[in-house]
């Protein structure tokens, strides 16, 4: 996902698809630990975008606790 694409979500979206994507990984994560997967690069770029759905969640609880 784009940043963009991540300013766009409501902060109930956000959450939902962080718990998703989270999910995924889990799922992603066990598969590999199994057996090799297909493409390892996903587990990273799920993390990366699981961080940036978090940091953007972050952000907007503090500005929240600002305002």
Request: net charge positive; no cysteine.
């Amino acid at each position: 996902m784009k940043s963009a694409e991540i300013k766009e979500l409501s902060v109930a979206d956000l959450k939902e698809k962080i718990e998703e994507l989270q999910e995924q990984h889990a799922k992603l994560n066990l598969a590999h630990s199994v057996t090799q997967l297909e493409n390892p690069v996903q587990l990273r770029a799920n993390r990366k975008v699981i961080a940036r759905l978090k940091t953007e969640l972050r952000g907007r609880e503090l500005a929240e606790a600002k305002a």
